[in-house]
């Protein structure tokens, strides 16, 4: 089926509540960019491009440039039965761009699978639909960290990710009082996204073994560039580290497993250019010996989903992070995956299972 066009869609959409972390800082709105490609049959497929300035070096701005311009030349005129050499040319259309090629790259998995007539997890070699996630608590006060967590426990979820990263003293309070609050059985994740230093890192990751605090792992607690540090953190502590920011193309996964700096690799659609990127940084992962985390940042169904059907086609994948949609006040989009508590369920319709996105609502009078 010939691709005839590229199509943006831009949607400021508020949250159900502030979202706190130490790269991000406090934001109440995610900024959606959604692509749509327009084949000749008058059907289309779906992508989503997510910028993270701190992470791809990319903007919102930047994003909808990237993909009215190099990006929509790499795909228009092509066929979407070409997937891998399609890939191959968004990939060498534009550097870097992670986010603005995972849109395209989303879209053009979406394209292939309906063509195939069957889910995207399906056509990726996954035989389940169904997966449970963690989900985040955003950075706050003990006291508030402690009230959100007892929250989500009584929704049915049983794995938490706490952001951290701010002074340790503070930190370990936080972790304590959610651990306290939500007693012994729940997994309880921390991600410090490059709050602290080596030495830092070892001290509070110690000081919580010590306490008993029970953490799961520990997820990018040096500058992403610190491969060293982040070794050096690796061998002084018992909880497992994750390397996320510091892992962006197959290369940096490379390079992380060549130094030994961590026992997880995180994996996002939008920091690595797509499903198929990650589908290269889980090889590696796996000839490695290791296993994989997949998360996510502000994203609709549309990522998720895509996400999603990787975690349901490679057992590598041992940790999911796909909480996203269950942040957004009211999606755009119709169709992809579903929640039940935690429980993320993928559609069984062809592709990504997305209709398509509702129309900008029109300004209250």
Request: hydrophobic share 45%.
């Amino acid at each position: 089926m010939r691709i005839t066009d590229l199509v943006v869609h831009h949607r400021q959409v508020p949250l159900r509540m502030p979202y706190s972390s130490v790269i991000r800082g406090t934001v109440d709105e995610a900024h959606v960019t959604l692509v749509e490609l327009v084949l000749e049959d008058g059907s289309s497929a779906w992508g989503e491009a997510v910028s993270m300035p701190a992470v791809t070096g990319e903007t919102p701005g930047s994003v909808v440039a990237a993909l009215n311009g190099p990006l929509r030349a790499a795909v228009v005129g092509r066929h979407t039965e070409n997937l891998e050499e399609t890939c191959d040319r968004v990939e060498r259309s534009i550097l870097g761009n992670g986010g603005a090629k995972a849109g395209v790259d989303i879209a053009l998995h979406d394209a292939f699978a309906r063509g195939l007539g069957t889910p995207l997890y399906r056509a990726l070699g996954g035989g389940h639909g169904t997966m449970e996630t963690s989900i985040t608590v955003g950075l706050g006060t003990p006291d508030e960290m402690a009230l959100r967590a007892t929250e989500l426990v009584k929704d049915g979820f049983t794995a938490l990710k706490l952001k951290v990263g701010h002074a340790i003293a503070h930190d370990v309070q936080r972790v304590e009082a959610v651990r306290q609050a939500v007693g012994p059985d729940i997994r309880l994740r921390l991600d410090a996204n490059q709050g602290w230093t080596a030495k830092e890192s070892v001290h509070a990751v110690r000081l919580l073994e010590d306490r008993g605090a029970d953490i799961e792992l520990i997820e990018q607690p040096v500058s992403a560039r610190d491969l060293r540090g982040l070794r050096f953190v690796r061998e002084r502590v018992s909880t497992p580290v994750v390397a996320d920011e510091s892992v962006l193309t197959p290369q940096d996964a490379l390079e992380v497993v060549r130094q030994e700096a961590a026992d997880v690799l995180s994996i996002k659609v939008q920091k690595s250019g797509g499903v198929r990127g990650v589908l290269r940084i889980i090889a590696i992962a796996e000839a490695a010996g290791l296993t994989c985390m997949i998360g996510c940042s502000l994203e609709t169904e549309i990522s998720i989903t895509a996400a999603a059907s990787v975690v349901a086609a490679r057992t590598a994948v041992t940790h999911v992070d796909l909480d996203a949609p269950l942040w957004l006040g009211a999606s755009p989009v119709r169709g992809g995956v579903s929640y039940r508590g935690p429980v993320l369920e993928l559609p069984d319709a062809p592709g990504l299972g997305v209709a398509g996105v509702l129309p900008v609502p029109e300004p209250s009078a």
